[in-house]
């Protein structure tokens, strides 16, 4: 079922490039057109197989949209996949009577899986539940059920306004004064790493060796990326729901790992997620989650304003006025400076990134329909 999805994606990609003006519409009428060529296509779920020309259509509207924005220079032509996920609407699909096990009940017979979780899905309405998605990872296979709910907690107001600039030494320093240490679980796990890319190197091609050394290795990366993402949704709920303010800066990290030296630990701090993460819990907390330009505020002074001119090696603010602060801690005061201004003047809180992301990253495809992303030719 998987294979088969990736399939039909692909081949909704390749109809695309081969062909001009091809909208949403003309993607789900190629579904149809596919099942009927081959039969193994038309065992796969009608609903999935249309969930799946919603996922190339995803891939070229951002093709689309980076194409009509200037400031971003590479804009992502839609690439073939090798896709390890399935995703069925409110067909193809059954659970038991306890909600403990699933039935996927398309043409390739599947059966009846059961479902291992923290999660009790009694809570919900059999009608809350829009889609499923299968996954295949390195350990296991995971079902994610995309549920109608809205999330909204309601927190007392603490009156504090925080600034956060990050860093590499420190993983965030905030206005306060405050530094929160960088965990660095890929450096960590390194050594750990290495090892098993030696032992896969080793093996003889296409053994089965081979193949248990490669699912020993994914696995290690598997968790190094779930120990990291743990870590950086547990800061951003604490930070948000300690302050009524949240201001950081809104970096441009595709650029900074331009740089080799700093690449690896730019991407181990993984600052992207953690500001989207903030930014969703802004919306789920009504707090306000601000972003603003980086650009001179580790320069500024947060005492006068007069510009002091400092390399990255350099590590403290050093003003005429008297002003000796840590360069960080200055830079994170003139971040929050610069946001109660924005906002004072009209700004509202940034839209979260994640309203059309799931948790795990997934796109969800039940917010894109053509209706309103509007119909884009090619």
Same mark, same amino acid.
């Not at 194409?67 to 399935?86: A, D, E, H, L, M």
């Not at 030296?261 to 009504?286: P, Q, R, T």
């Given at each position: 079922?998987?294979?088969?999805?990736?399939?039909?994606?692909? @081949? *909704?990609?390749?109809?695309?490039?081969?062909?001009?003006?091809?909208?949403?519409y003309?993607?789900?009428? #190629?579904c149809?057109?596919?099942?009927s060529?081959f039969?193994?296509?038309?065992?796969l779920n009608?609903?999935?197989?249309?969930?799946?020309?919603?996922?190339?259509?995803a891939? /070229?509207?951002?093709?689309?949209?980076?194409?009509q924005?200037?400031?971003?220079?590479k804009k992502g032509?839609?690439?073939f996949?090798k896709?390890?996920? &399935?995703?069925y609407?409110?067909?193809?699909? %059954?659970?038991? %009577?306890?909600?403990t096990a699933i039935?996927l009940?398309?043409? =390739?017979?599947a059966?009846w899986f059961?479902?291992?979780?923290?999660?009790?899905?009694?809570?919900? %309405?059999q @009608?809350?539940?829009?889609?499923?998605r299968? /996954?295949?990872?390195?350990?296991?296979y995971?079902c994610?059920f +995309?549920i109608? #709910?809205?999330?909204?907690?309601?927190?007392?107001?603490?009156?504090?306004?925080i600034?956060?600039?990050?860093?590499l030494?420190?993983?965030?320093t905030?206005s306060?004064?405050c530094k &929160?240490?960088?965990p660095?679980?890929?450096?960590?796990?390194?050594?750990?790493?290495?090892?098993?890319?030696?032992?896969?190197?080793?093996?003889?091609?296409?053994?089965?060796?081979r193949?248990?050394a490669?699912?020993?290795?994914?696995?290690?990366?598997?968790?190094?990326?779930?120990?990291?993402?743990d870590?950086?949704v547990?800061l951003a709920?604490?930070?948000?729901?300690?302050n009524? &303010?949240?201001?950081?800066e809104k970096?441009?990290?595709?650029?900074?790992?331009?740089?080799? *030296?700093?690449?690896?630990?730019?991407?181990?701090?993984?600052?992207?997620?953690? =500001?989207?993460?903030?930014?969703y819990?802004?919306?789920?907390m009504?707090? /306000?989650?601000y972003?603003?330009?980086?650009q001179?505020t580790? #320069?500024? +002074?947060?005492? +006068?304003? #007069?510009?002091?001119?400092?390399?990255?090696?350099?590590r403290?603010h050093? +003003?005429?006025c008297?002003?000796v602060?840590?360069?960080?801690?200055?830079?994170? /005061?003139?971040?929050?400076a610069?946001?109660l201004?924005?906002?004072?003047?009209g700004?509202?809180s940034?839209?979260?990134?994640?309203?059309?992301v799931?948790a795990?990253?997934?796109?969800?495809l039940c917010?894109?329909?053509e209706?309103?992303?509007?119909?884009l030719?090619?």
């Amino acid at each position: 079922m998987i294979r088969t999805a990736s399939f039909v994606r692909n @081949s *909704c990609l390749r109809y695309w490039m081969d062909n001009e003006k091809v909208g949403q519409y003309d993607l789900s009428r #190629q579904c149809k057109i596919l099942a009927s060529e081959f039969e193994w296509a038309k065992k796969l779920n009608s609903m999935a197989r249309q969930a799946s020309a919603e996922r190339a259509w995803a891939s /070229i509207k951002r093709f689309y949209d980076n194409c009509q924005n200037p400031s971003i220079k590479k804009k992502g032509y839609p690439k073939f996949k090798k896709g390890r996920t &399935v995703e069925y609407k409110p067909s193809g699909w %059954q659970l038991s %009577q306890d909600r403990t096990a699933i039935n996927l009940r398309d043409g =390739f017979k599947a059966g009846w899986f059961k479902m291992r979780g923290g999660f009790d899905l009694n809570y919900y %309405q059999q @009608s809350q539940i829009k889609r499923v998605r299968v /996954i295949r990872r390195a350990d296991s296979y995971y079902c994610q059920f +995309c549920i109608a #709910q809205e999330r909204l907690e309601e927190m007392k107001p603490s009156g504090n306004a925080i600034g956060l600039d990050v860093g590499l030494s420190s993983f965030y320093t905030d206005s306060n004064g405050c530094k &929160v240490d960088n965990p660095r679980y890929l450096r960590k796990s390194e050594k750990r790493l290495k090892r098993l890319q030696r032992q896969v190197s080793k093996k003889k091609k296409g053994s089965n060796s081979r193949k248990k050394a490669i699912n020993k290795l994914a696995r290690k990366h598997l968790k190094v990326s779930r120990q990291r993402k743990d870590w950086l949704v547990k800061l951003a709920r604490c930070v948000v729901s300690s302050n009524d &303010v949240v201001a950081y800066e809104k970096l441009t990290v595709k650029n900074m790992v331009k740089n080799h *030296c700093l690449a690896k630990s730019i991407n181990d701090a993984s600052w992207h997620i953690f =500001f989207d993460w903030l930014e969703y819990y802004g919306k789920v907390m009504g707090k /306000i989650v601000y972003g603003v330009n980086p650009q001179y505020t580790s #320069q500024e +002074c947060p005492n +006068c304003k #007069q510009m002091v001119k400092k390399t990255l090696s350099v590590r403290t603010h050093l +003003c005429e006025c008297g002003c000796v602060l840590d360069r960080d801690e200055a830079a994170a /005061i003139n971040i929050l400076a610069k946001a109660l201004r924005e906002l004072s003047r009209g700004g509202q809180s940034q839209t979260s990134s994640l309203e059309l992301v799931n948790a795990n990253g997934h796109i969800n495809l039940c917010q894109l329909s053509e209706s309103l992303v509007g119909k884009l030719s090619g």
